[in-house]
């Protein structure tokens, strides 16, 4: 059974860091399309960053471009989402999501998603 787990969330004060992790289980991981969505309170669920089964092509939010960067590590199963210059409205819970299909999919699109992971960024 196909498994997604974020980790990495936390407190941090604006203009500081963050690292994500999510680990991949259960399938071919390396043969998967990644993504990072995230959803604030009473919001939707938006796009931040995605990664091509290559990591040849990433892709970024206007908001995000710049401060955040998408990495794997196909030997370890596992995606990262590397945020800097962090701001208040960065504050969410960020979502892992995977599909076998190579391309940036709408949200409803993805096969797969993990339980989620709590970032808070104080002023």
């Known amino acids: 059974q196909a498994q997604l787990v974020e980790s990495g969330g936390g407190l941090v004060q604006a203009g500081g860091s963050l690292r994500l992790s999510c680990a991949a289980s259960?399938?071919?991981?390396?043969?998967?399309?990644m993504a990072w969505y995230r959803q604030a309170p009473g919001k939707e669920r938006d796009f931040v960053a995605a990664?091509?089964?290559?990591?040849?092509?990433?892709y970024f939010a206007d908001s995000v471009k710049g401060r955040f960067t998408i990495f794997r590590d196909n030997a370890k199963n596992t995606v990262y989402l590397q945020m800097n210059s962090l701001k208040p409205e960065d504050t969410a819970v960020y979502y892992c999501?995977?599909?076998?299909?190579?391309?940036?999919?709408?949200?409803?699109?993805?096969?797969?998603w993990g339980q989620g992971t709590q970032v808070t960024v104080s002023s």
């Open positions: 990664i091509s089964w290559s990591a040849g092509n990433t």
């Open positions: 999501a995977a599909d076998s299909r190579d391309r940036l999919l709408g949200v409803d699109e993805y096969a797969y």
């Open positions: 259960g399938w071919i991981f390396r043969r998967h399309f």
